[in-house]
């Protein structure tokens, strides 16, 4: 039995005191992996989101602080609208090779990795630390947590022992668990999370930055994009379900690029009576993505019937055709799952 | 010295430990005060919010668990889009007098118990909880602690060591939290705050009934109304100052009342140019109810020149006079108050 088997956490497990001991040692055994090492390459997914690169570069900022070189990458371009962390511009700025120690935050499986799969997998020791319950195990040693709510609570809990935390490292990983909870409103927010949020925030973590700079940090085309987005609303099955569009059209009257989507349809989510809210966002003539998200039904079934797929509450496909066609089709998909 | 003088709290106290023994004295005494009573009133303040339902049904929950006869009033109707709370009939639901124990929560000062400060007057103990630097320490007993986010978290500490949280009153705690700290996104929201939330989440406060029923439901006609409300801004000084104007009209064509238009001043903070959004609601012909927020320079000197004020960082007043004049009169204030 090695460790990375060992540390894959289950519900008995957790109440079982052996585990517990196995688990501490694993939290020490981050930091001492980071000690023995001179050179660390840190990856996180492509498209990276706030969780991403909040572990990421807390992990970077711990490791310089013990005097090691990193190189913190992602295949994929800087994000853009994450650009108001401090140390954003280290993100894909390439400095060393030879590395000792690779460590990858945020990744569900080895594929999240993109081009940098293969670097990774040249260094002597790789790490994997993350959250999500489908997790393929694919490092050297795993430190997957999925009743943790993000990437960021699990490097809290790694280093938190370790009196390396100071106020940016705070502010980075109270990020990711702010972004990956929807601010402490998700079900993945657990009294630990709190916990954890609480302490970040006596570490000297920078909440009102957070909150300034990211959640209150739309642009007026933005803002005014919101505005069609929501007139674009259909409600159908007694206002059960809410198809919004966004059409190429909408988005070059508002000055906006698709990254601008991001969040819309928690406009639908945020209807009483809706339990099923979907955003299709025109991509090309007659073709479509759309996103669903749901209250409780399985909305991958849904997805699964276009060739996407995803998890229960939020999936997404494309779908090709007539505006009507492709609505009428939705709605059918999410009324067939219902039906089940 | 009386206990009610030494239980305000300074900064200075904060740090005194002989405050501290005297702050314990003071959360040993809430229970004690409502165990030694048979009947007891809880007033909360005009138009409640989350923060004053909370607080208040916490405590009569409490003090029922203790076998007390509990009347818990306001001097306004109940707040229909607070109709989720469990409890929510039992507010103004008036069974008892002859009360021995007054409680007030959530109060700034003894007004804000408009009709039901006579009643509460003639208690022979009065009990005062509240989070307001301002407060006026009306009561006999003033438990007030400007440093705390919310009235509910005042009561959390004063209770917490008691056993008595079961998982009802953690819901009721934690809404008041969430709420008064815009779910934990305002400057109030302290590592405290969020150690209290956690607290609350680990005895059973329901995050999911919180967030479904009041964070998520909003009706198709209040999300229509926030569309025009959108569409309606105007941007001022280099798109510093937003203001967005809620007419008569709007909320016939989009079926809405009053209430509805709660919280739409958000969306002009939530743009990261602004540092001043306002919100205009027609009030009458020709008459704005108008309210300023602001994320740093003070708006309570704007509404003053209208004749009203408020906070900081928040402040309202009305303005009569035709749209337009009443637009740039508004733009003049808050351009005033920058110069200065």
């Given at each position: 039995m090695n460790l990375s088997s060992i540390l894959r956490c289950s519900t008995a497990q957790k109440s079982n005191p052996y585990w517990r001991t196995l688990r501490t040692v694993a939290a020490t055994t981050v930091i001492e992996s980071i000690k023995k090492s001179a050179r660390i390459l840190i990856v996180c997914h492509i498209r990276p989101d706030g969780d991403s690169l909040g572990s990421g570069f807390a992990l970077k900022k711990v490791a310089e602080k013990l005097g090691k070189q990193v190189d913190f990458v992602t295949d994929s371009d800087r994000p853009s609208h994450y650009s108001f962390i401090k140390?954003?511009?280290?993100?894909?700025?390439?400095?060393?090779?030879?590395?000792?120690?690779?460590?990858?935050?945020?990744?569900a499986d080895d594929t999240r990795l993109g081009k940098w799969l293969s670097v990774?997998?040249?260094?002597?020791?790789?790490?994997?630390?993350?959250?999500?319950?489908?997790?393929?195990?694919?490092?050297?040693?795993n430190y997957v947590y999925p009743e943790k709510s993000s990437a960021c609570e699990v490097v809290y809990d790694l280093i938190s022992g370790d009196d390396v935390i100071d106020a940016d490292i705070a502010t980075l990983l109270y990020l990711g668990i702010s972004t990956d909870?929807?601010?402490?409103?998700?079900?993945?927010?657990?009294?630990?999370?709190?916990?954890?949020?609480?302490?970040l925030l006596a570490l000297g973590a920078d909440l009102?930055?957070?909150?300034?700079?990211?959640?209150?940090?739309?642009?007026?085309n933005k803002i005014m994009l919101t505005a069609k987005a929501i007139e674009?609303?259909?409600?159908?099955?007694?206002?059960?379900?809410?198809?919004?569009?966004?059409?190429?059209?909408?988005?070059?009257?508002?000055?906006?690029?698709?990254?601008?989507?991001?969040?819309?349809?928690d406009y639908g989510m945020s209807i009483g009576s809706v339990g099923v809210a979907v955003c299709m966002t025109e991509q090309?003539?007659?073709?479509?993505?759309?996103s669903y998200r749901s209250k409780g039904i399985d909305?991958?079934?849904?997805?699964?019937?276009?060739g996407g797929g995803g998890h229960k509450l939020a999936a997404g496909c494309v779908v090709n055709g007539h505006y009507e066609d492709v609505v009428r089709k939705i709605v059918k998909s999410v009324t067939d799952g219902i039906a089940e």
């Open positions: 140390c954003f511009y280290e993100l894909n700025d390439k400095k060393y090779s030879g590395y000792d120690l690779g460590i990858a935050v945020d990744c990774f997998n040249k260094c002597p020791n790789t790490i994997n630390i993350d959250h999500h319950r489908t997790n393929n195990r694919f490092a050297k040693v909870t929807g601010n402490f409103m998700h079900n993945n927010t657990k009294p630990e999370t709190l916990a954890a949020a609480s302490k009102e930055a957070i909150v300034n700079d990211f959640y209150k940090n739309n642009t007026k674009s609303m259909r409600f159908f099955k007694d206002d059960y379900i809410v198809i919004m569009t966004i059409t190429r059209k909408m988005l070059e009257e508002c000055g906006c690029d698709i990254t601008d989507t991001e969040g819309l349809i090309n003539v007659r073709s479509y993505k759309v909305v991958s079934v849904a997805a699964l019937m276009f």
